[in-house]
Nanobody
Framework: QVQLVESGGGLVQAGGSLRLSCAAS????????MGWFRQAPGAERNFVAA????????YYADSVKGRFTISRDNFKNTVYLQMNSLKPEDTAIYYC??????????????????WGQGTQVTVSS
């Protein structure tokens, strides 16, 4: 079992930046894919970004491509999501997840079996 703890959410004005962190523990992560998803009120939980732990391959949803960057720190077992040029529509609870990244499509919620508790990101206009 993998334990995931997110941090770094908060309130920011449109155009601003935030960096989310996800600290992982409990198992080795060499074969894992780490992802970020978000869920706005009344909406489904949607894919944002993911990174393959072994080779650092990254995946992004079209809505965040060019604005968000996912990265990892192998020594700290931590994954980051740098969010720049934030928009009000980025407002959501952001969840970290661990699972298995597919090779020929974007990751889906069903690819991930371990989830964090979520961190709120609010972008004001």
């Amino acid at each position: 079992q993998v334990q995931l703890v997110e941090s770094g959410g908060g309130l920011v004005q449109a155009g601003g930046s935030l960096r989310l962190s996800c600290a992982a523990s409990g198992r080795t992560f060499s074969n894992y894919c780490m992802g970020w998803f978000r869920q706005a009120p009344g909406a489904e939980r949607n894919f944002v970004a993911a990174i393959r732990w072994t080779d650092g391959s990254t995946y992004y949803a079209d809505s965040v491509k060019g604005r968000f960057t996912i990265s990892r720190d192998n020594f700290k077992n931590t994954v980051y999501l740098q969010m720049n040029s934030l928009k009000p529509e980025d407002t959501a609870i952001y969840y970290c997840a661990a699972g298995a990244c597919p090779r020929y499509r974007l990751p889906r919620k069903s690819d991930f079996g371990s989830w964090g508790q979520g961190t709120q990101v609010t972008v004001s206009s």
